[in-house]
């Protein structure tokens, strides 16, 4: 199978632990995007990499998470010292960005966080 | 600050009927606008609408944007219950791409 994985797809944790998860996007596409979904509500962006560079960070993403894409292919996402309010779906997607207007973004599986 | 707003919110209907969703958007430097189907898992890409006026149509799905009045919608038509799902309406902005989500329709077909 060709499209985003990622994984684990399920973590359960205890308040205060670190956790990474890590995104596997299409192969050749060069952005890959980090979105938030909690229950009743869309995706929330948080940041997103055009190959190794990442190039936005949402102003709601505070400084325990950290993202990293470090040789432009897959990319990890880590959050530090986890609080209850971190419980969620964390979705993965990327693109491949080029000159027409048909950057369509296609989304892996997510990783379903839970904090306790 | 950038706002979608989908509606209903939720829709319950009966196999065979046809419903039409809404999606109105207020994003800065708008690119285009997709739809997406999510059923209990991550989304999957159903349309990218770049201009107005221009129908896609997929199947038994159909969608179509209006920039002026910055709203789009999802037709469905002959509904089967393999359509229950949250729809999501999600403009991109230029530059970065990054989608704006809306909350999103739940759809519920019942036989």
């Known amino acids: 199978d060709t499209g985003v994985s990622q994984n684990p797809r399920h973590k359960i944790t205890k308040r205060g632990q670190n956790v990474t998860f890590r995104c596997d996007p299409i192969?050749?596409?060069?952005?890959l995007y980090w979105y938030r979904q909690t229950l009743g509500q869309g995706p929330e962006f948080l940041t997103y990499?055009?190959?190794?560079?990442?190039?936005?960070k949402s102003r709601l993403l505070s400084d325990r998470f950290s993202a990293e894409r470090p040789k432009g292919s897959f990319s990890t996402l880590e959050i530090q010292r986890t609080e209850q309010g971190d419980s969620a779906m964390y979705l993965c997607?990327?693109?491949?960005?080029?000159?027409?207007?048909?950057?369509?973004?296609?989304f892996g599986p997510g990783t379903r966080l839970t904090v306790l | 600050e950038d706002k979608v707003v989908q509606s209903p919110l939720s829709l319950v209907v009966h196999e065979g009927d046809t419903v039409t969703l809404n999606c109105s958007y207020e994003?800065?430097?708008?690119?285009?606008l997709l739809w997406y189907k999510q059923e209990k898992k991550a989304p999957t890409f159903l349309f990218m609408l770049?201009?107005?006026?221009i129908e896609k149509k997929s199947g038994r799905l159909s969608s179509i944007l209006d920039k002026k009045e910055l709203f789009s919608i999802l037709n469905i038509t002959a509904t089967q219950t393999g359509d229950s799902a949250i729809y999501l309406c999600?403009?991109?902005?230029?530059?970065?791409?990054?989608?704006?989500f809306g909350k999103g329709t739940k759809l519920t077909v019942n036989p």
């Open positions: 997607a990327s693109s491949l960005v080029s000159y027409n207007p048909t950057d369509t973004q296609y």
């Open positions: 770049t201009s107005s006026g």
């Open positions: 999600a403009p991109a902005q230029g530059g970065s791409e990054k989608l704006v």
């Open positions: 192969s050749e596409h060069n952005r």
């Open positions: 994003v800065t430097n708008f690119r285009s």
């Open positions: 990499f055009q190959n190794e560079a990442q190039l936005e």
